[in-house]
């Protein structure tokens, strides 16, 4: 009998719910098990083992990771790559025309961490490195600036103006590097020559550029972009060194032969119609008379609407306006002979 009433003790024991008293915890199970430790181990860096690879093969890989189709990973390879070229000495082992051609097409990747990313790269480049490779880093930077995205387009702005602080004066005598980015700037802003209208337009609308329109997002695009071509024109107006004059110049020039290439090219008689956009424009006054035949009259007229605005946009319009001032000042129409200028009317050939 002892043992049945045991047994049923027990298996009523299992239905009953216990009584749990305020300030004390629920009892634990039989089976209960503690989880609650952490357990640690020690992780060697693969430097420390024997096999590792030597840090020209590191780069390389990471350099490959540039390309990889997730953000983290181009971020964190141009991270890397980035922290190499800041050490003393610099490591690059594959030098700065590989590197530039693995990572200019990042400069309108469509992530912002990596296009950041990019830009403290470029920073650690050496300057006399990147300067014979002007040309080709403008062509991604034209590129950057007339991006569908306005993101893209503010960082190809960040990318402009590291390329004129280490290379400014390489950048507006090179080929195609002064016409065809004053042309993206003036397409980005939205300032064009003005075109008689077909019908009269509606009351009520402004004529501002169509970039400071919109969302509060993109409010500072348009102050950045007078800003920055500010620096641009300030860089291509800049008057040259003057050179000091002795007596014997005067018979240098008559009976030495130039230093300079093309010296009588101003003339235009014996070569082809000019390539305006892809010609190279040494000298200021070059520089002066391509900017006032095609774009002086429509940047004066935008940069008069931008003051109208006020804010951030009218001073940075108030910028620009001082440099076309100091830059054009002097300006004096050049005497260059071109077929459009009817050099032979009236003549019977």
């Known amino acids: 009998m002892g043992s049945s009433s045991k047994k049923k003790k027990e298996k009523k024991k299992d239905f009953q719910k216990p009584k749990l008293k305020v300030g004390k915890a629920k009892p634990k199970s039989s089976n209960f098990t503690d989880t609650s430790f952490r357990s640690k181990a020690l992780v060697l860096q ?10 020209s093969e590191r780069f390389k890989h990471y350099l ?7 953000d983290t990973q181009r971020r964190d390879a141009l991270s890397f790559l980035a922290s190499q070229l800041s050490t003393n000495p610099p ?10 051609q693995k990572i200019l097409p990042i400069m309108s990747d469509s992530s912002g961490p990596v296009r950041g990313q990019l830009l403290k790269l470029l920073r650690n480049l050496p300057a006399d490195e990147i300067r014979p490779h002007v040309e080709k880093i403008m062509l991604y930077i034209r590129g950057t600036m007339t991006n569908i995205s306005q993101e893209v387009k503010d960082d190809g702005l960040n990318y402009m103006e590291w390329l004129l602080d280490i290379a400014g004066e390489d950048v507006i005598s090179s080929a195609g590097c002064w016409v065809k980015p004053l042309r993206d700037f003036m397409s980005v802003l939205g300032w064009t020559v003005n075109v008689a209208p077909t019908t009269a337009a509606k009351k009520g609308w402004t004529s501002a550029p169509r970039t400071t329109f919109g969302a509060k997002k993109y409010g500072q695009s348009f102050p950045r972009q007078m800003l920055v071509l500010s620096k641009f024109l300030e860089m291509g107006f800049k008057p040259g060194m003057p050179t000091p004059w002795t007596p014997n110049d005067w018979f240098s020039n008559i009976s030495c032969v130039p230093r300079k290439t093309d010296p009588f090219g101003y003339i235009g008689l014996f070569k082809p119609p000019r390539d305006e956009e892809g010609e190279i424009y040494r000298s200021r006054e070059d520089r002066q008379d391509i900017f006032q035949k095609r774009f002086r009259t429509a940047m004066e007229e935008g940069v008069e609407m ?5 804010g951030t946009a009218g001073r940075a319009a108030a910028t620009l306006d001082q440099v076309l001032q100091d830059g054009m000042g002097d300006y004096e129409q050049n005497s260059r002979l071109d077929d459009d200028d009817h050099l032979w009317d009236g003549y019977i050939m």
């Open 306 to 310: 931008a003051k109208k605005e006020g």
């Open 46 to 55: 693969q430097q420390l083992a024997e096999d590792a690879p030597n840090p």
């Open 64 to 70: 490959s990771l540039t390309t990889s189709r997730t």
């Open 91 to 100: 490591t690059n082992p594959v030098g700065t025309p590989t590197l530039l």
